[in-house]
């Protein structure tokens, strides 16, 4: 059964059957201080843009394991720039993989690379419909994600430089996900928020199941 561990910020680890992919790998200098840059061992690195607290350790860590990055074309670039194995593909576009499959969707962000743009992901991983959102505002196209049958969204809820709770829960009535995991806030002051509040605002709307999860935390996926 796949499980997803959470790195704390927008850094996840998800892993099946000797498989794992981190997303957004920001270890050194993220306050969670969960995992050190050499501890991690994935198969694949999903980067949703090149800000420092998404980017992160990724070329690091691709030099290190031989992981695969997987993003769009200009952030695959700066790691085959660097000698890292990518794959770069770009919005709308889906690829299958050993785990399943990767669709890039849009996310409304900066890209951190000149000419990119930043993304989200919908990954099928071992038959677990997962929509990690990256860092986003809220769009009305989240309601054709949500057709895409998302089992666990992760969102950001921290505000200031993303959604803040009260989009994040418009986002959660648009795509109706089964489970919704609040992502990107608590890391800085300038992002502080009460992940409980938002749990209350989805519980009074929605039937989505709100996840919290605190840096080392540790999910089964059921679905
Ligand atoms: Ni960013
Ligand atoms: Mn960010």
């Given at each position: 059964m796949p499980n997803l561990k959470y790195l704390g910020h927008s850094c996840f680890l998800l892993s099946a059957n000797n498989t794992s992919i981190i997303f957004d790998p920001f270890l050194t200098g993220n306050p969670a201080n969960i995992a050190q840059v050499d501890e991690v061992n994935p198969n694949y690195i999903l980067v949703s843009h090149a800000h420092e607290d998404h980017l992160g350790n990724g070329i690091e860590i691709a030099k290190r394991t031989g992981a695969i990055t997987i993003s769009t074309f200009e952030v695959a670039n700066l790691f085959i720039n660097q000698g890292c194995t990518a794959h770069g593909m770009h919005l709308g576009g889906s690829h299958k993989f050993d785990f399943g499959s990767v669709k890039i969707v849009p996310a409304f962000h900066g890209s951190g690379v000149s000419g990119g743009h930043a993304c989200g992901f919908v990954i099928d991983f071992f038959g677990s419909k997962i929509y990690f959102a990256g860092d986003t505002c809220l769009f009305s196209d989240m309601m054709l994600i949500g057709k895409l049958g998302i089992e666990y969204a992760l969102i950001?809820?921290?505000?200031?430089?993303t959604m803040g709770p009260e989009d994040a829960l418009s986002a959660v009535k648009v795509i109706h996900p089964k489970v919704v995991i609040p992502m990107?806030?608590?890391?800085?002051p300038l992002i502080t928020q009460d992940p409980k509040k938002f749990e209350e605002l989805v519980n009074s709307f929605c039937n989505t199941k709100v996840e919290i999860m605190n840096p080392g935390d540790k999910l089964e996926l059921i679905f």
């Open positions: 950001p809820i921290g505000d200031n430089f990107h806030y608590n890391t800085w």
